[in-house]
């Protein structure tokens, strides 16, 4: 008998399909086949589509309880791969050299694209039974080369200028990049957590409502930094606890600070961080101080849902009720804001009942 909670998937399923390779790569485009002035006829009939799996019997009530996929950034030797350390059956994948001081468990160091699949592959379906529960990347970066050697081979190309240029080559390196994420979708499937560590660098931001600023960015190309940002359910932001301060006698601001390090979890002008979890704006950057406030803000998420679901019941109105689930739909809803106003229209309808 199945004893996982409503939503909740079972954390030691293997991946069972077969394994990723360069052949699973989706072209973006494929100007191929485009012949001027030829009509192409259209395909045979397949065979019988399959019965949908998109039905309201196969829906899923509640929380989904699943593994964390976490990305953190920020400058060299600020303490990324030691808080990766920090997470269970960690299991290292990228380069060598930069981890030596940590005492984790790693895998060789991939020379090519394929057996950085190789590698994924290998952890989705044989991890968790080796007692790997987190597989960290460090860096993510580290990754682009490779892919950019992939695509480009011996040609002597750079990515701009491969197969005729117009951003074939940009495409190309994208299609490897989805292909890596699918890779770790298929990990998280097999129960295990997936830490991305990347570098940053400060880039100057264009405001085009004020004047531009610098702000800290994924050290890597943006568009492959974008798919792993929206994949995530946090990107954390890590810096040291450094401030600005006036010198008394020549009346400038210099930089001052402690040896503490600092974990941005919210969305600020001068770098991007965000979560799903209800994290404080701001942790030690600790392992166990970062699980301390992701299981607290959990369980904050878990009353305030009761509470709105509660007050939902008692209002029994389907329109206020739709507008409040649109809300909830949205992860970065305030979900106490919601809760208060669910409450206070609760009251207001109570108060009209009365009287």
Known sequence: MNTNTIGEKPPNEP????PLTREDIVPSRDDSKIVPGVIVPPKAPGPPAKKSRMTL??????LISSPMRILIYGGEKIGKS??????????????????????IRRLPQPESFDEVLEALNEVATRGYARGVRTLVIDPLNWFEPLI???VVGVSGKTLNSWDGGYGRGNDAAMDRWRLIKKGLERVCDAGINVI???HAHAKKFEDPEGPGFERWELAMSKQPAGLFKQWVDAILFARPDTFGRVDPTTKKIKAAGSDARILHTELAPAFDAGNRWRLPKELPL????????KTKGEEETRTLRAQIDRDLLVLADPAIESRVRMWLADPKVDLA?????VARKRAETEEHGNG
């Open 15 to 18: 991946a069972t399909s077969r």
């Open 148 to 150: 950019v050697a992939d």
């Open 196 to 198: 991305l560590c990347a």
């Open 82 to 103: 030691t808080f990766a350390a920090g997470a269970p059956g960690a299991l290292w994948l990228g380069a060598d050299g930069g981890t030596d001081h940590l005492d």
């Open 57 to 62: 019997d196969n829906t899923r009530d509640g």
């Open 286 to 293: 600790s392992w166990p101080a970062f699980i301390e406030a």
């Open 337 to 341: 804001e919601v809760a208060n106003v």
